[in-house]
């Protein structure tokens, strides 16, 4: 039986059908083959958080990181990020 304190609950809103949208375009596959990139985060997950953010009212860029404090990371971007 599950305690309720191992439960975590996000609201993600509508954000699961855009990222399903952006999965059928295959926006971050598509993106990372165009730009070359070193960085631990690919620039198709950055974008594709650039997108989910834009599209859920808008919050100015350097402001990205706490609109996804208190979101499901892994299930929005497909990976675990660290946005402290």
Known sequence: MFELQEIEFYDV???PIIKAYADRIDLVNTIN???PSRMATKPGTLVLAMVL???SGRHPLYRIDSFYKNKDIELLLGQS???G
């Open 81 to 83: 990020l660290d946005v």
């Open 13 to 15: 809103y509508h954000l």
């Open 53 to 55: 953010d834009a599209l």
């Open 33 to 35: 083959r165009l730009v």
